[in-house]
């Protein structure tokens, strides 16, 4: 007798698809079989029963470093989460310039603990790496279970230069941390914003042409040049462009320990959007931004080639008005309106509808891209599959279900989604964390503090050869060390 069984469903992971039923105790997944019994059971008769999603990029209860702060807290980003099939969430603890990482983590700590519904952890964002940061503070983190580190090569009060990220690819690679990057070139972007607003260009529009394509292979490619350098891992995330996803493919060919995210919004909305009347497109700006058609379809062929390892929403979600994307006014230019937009709830509706169900990817595929490949690349093997002894983290989801997404239905303390009107088939029914009902056929089971932090482990880079160059092979660098 189990604690609770889901039974009659099918069952889907990234490798199979099968008929089973799960018995679940003690919050984990102790059984796969027929005729399971359980003190409690939900019956899955005729619905899929997937691994609960891993959202691994969003910005929940986070100030900007010129103080605007997501609309989203960790109860609200974590009930949207849950609502939009999602079991475990991975926001960023963003360190600013002059503050400690471990009192940014205490900081994010108490903005979660008691707040979240679905179990987290956090991506710690270092912005200011100092030689104790580098020395003591980081490997501090990673013993609290924060093993990635995220740095930005871009936004002003936020960026490091090379040899600082040279520095943090150096100390998370030792500690078997994943160092992620935002990757823009910022001098570019400096000097085009000036340009477009000597012009009087002001418009949320000239949002796109302020950070131009070159842009971002131009920092991808630097990027990787320099997590090849050190032999480090290094994720590079929302990837917006086909030359930015070209560099990742030729980089994993060449066995480097490079890895990709891209998101929704690039796949689903073009910078068209942004040319909406008066200020509507500024719902629609975020960093790096949307681009075209042609770039859709071309990010499409990378997801089904297996480029990306990770689809994310990057929900930043800031209300259009003067608590967000108004607090400038409503003739700032572009350049003073805070970059992101909201859909942690639509990750997966959009990839299921779009791709499982137009034939564009696998219900494999499909799964690695929700939870396996996150669960994996951020050190979290107890979620992200539905096996013997994994955490009971289950979404059950109704293929057949059509819904057209309207703000309304979001549960995010947004006001708008870039995402209105599309009819999307195929939506997460019921949401499970560690065997604990979060939503069931759309109603909010859980309560806010029901979510654990996950202490999150070392990543596991198999298959991921990588490779010495020559001026840091030790037999001829004349004594350089990697290691810190
Ligand atoms: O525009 C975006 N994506 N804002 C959120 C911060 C970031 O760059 O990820
Ligand atoms: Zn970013
Ligand atoms: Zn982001």
């Known amino acids: 007798m189990f604690d609770l069984v889901i039974s009659g469903g099918t069952v889907a992971t990234a490798a199979d698809t099968f008929r089973a039923d799960i018995g679940i105790t003690d919050g984990r997944i102790a059984a796969l079989g027929e005729g399971l019994e359980g003190a409690d059971s939900i019956d899955a008769g005729g619905r899929l029963v997937l691994p609960g999603g891993i959202e691994a990029h969003c910005h929940i209860a986070q100030e900007s470093a010129t103080g605007g702060m997501t609309s989203d807290d960790y109860r609200s980003g974590s009930i949207s989460a849950a609502f939009g099939g999602n079991s475990c969430f991975i926001p960023f603890a963003a360190q600013h310039r002059g503050k400690g990482v471990t009192e940014t983590l205490d900081l994010y700590d108490s903005r979660a603990m008691g707040a979240s519904v679905i179990d987290w952890s956090y991506h710690l964002i270092v912005a200011d790496p100092t030689e104790t940061v580098l020395r003591d503070e980081l490997p501090a983190a990673f013993a609290r279970g924060i ?30 941390a994943l160092t992620m990057v935002h990757a823009e070139n910022s001098g570019m972007i400096a000097w085009m914003t000036r340009r477009l607003l000597e012009a ?6 000239y949002h796109a042409p302020s950070h131009p394509a070159l842009a971002e292979s131009e920092a991808i490619n630097r990027a990787i040049s320099l997590a ?30 490079i890895f990709g995210e891209t ?8 910078r068209d959007d942004l040319d909406r009347p008066g200020m509507e497109g500024a719902k629609f700006m975020c960093s790096p931004p949307l681009r075209d058609t042609a770039t859709q379809e071309a990010l499409w062929r990378h997801i089904q080639g297996g480029t990306f390892s990770l689809w994310s929403s990057d929900h930043s979600p ?23 937009m909201p859909g942690i709830g639509l990750r997966l509706p959009l990839l299921f509808s779009e791709g499982v169900n ?11 891209l929700s939870a396996s490949n996150a669960a994996r690349l951020y050190g979290l093997p107890q979620k992200g599959s539905i096996a013997i002894g994994m955490d009971a983290d289950i979404a059950i989801w109704n293929p057949q279900e059509t819904r057209t997404v309207t703000v309304k239905d979001q549960h995010d303390n947004m006001d708008y989604t870039p995402f209105e009107g599309r009819k999307l088939t195929g939506w997460p029914t019921t949401v499970l964390t560690r065997g604990r009902r979060v939503v069931e056929d759309g109603r909010l089971i859980a309560t806010p503090g029901d979510g654990r932090f996950v202490a999150r482990e070392r990543i596991d880079l198999t298959g991921h050869p990588g490779a ?5 092979d030790p037999a001829t660098n004349f004594g350089v060390k990697v290691a810190p």
């Open 147 to 176: 093993t990635s580190f995220k740095v930005f090569m871009t936004y002003d009060l936020m960026r490091v230069d090379d040899a600082q990220f040279l520095d943090i690819l150096t100390v998370a690679k030792t500690h078997g």
């Open 200 to 205: 009087g260009h002001t418009a949320p529009r």
């Open 228 to 257: 090849r350098l050190v032999d480090a891992p290094l994720l590079i995330v929302h990837v917006s462009t086909p030359e930015g996803a070209g560099l990742v493919h030729d980089a994993r060919l060449a066995g480097a320990k």
């Open 263 to 270: 998101c929704p919004q690039y796949l689903f909305l073009t």
């Open 318 to 340: 800031y209300r259009f008005d003067d608590t967000g994307k108004l607090a400038k006014g409503t003739d700032a230019h572009f350049g003073q309106i805070a970059n992101g």
């Open 358 to 368: 137009k034939g564009r990817i696998t219900l494999q595929q499909f799964v690695a």
């Open 468 to 472: 010495t160059v020559p001026e840091l």
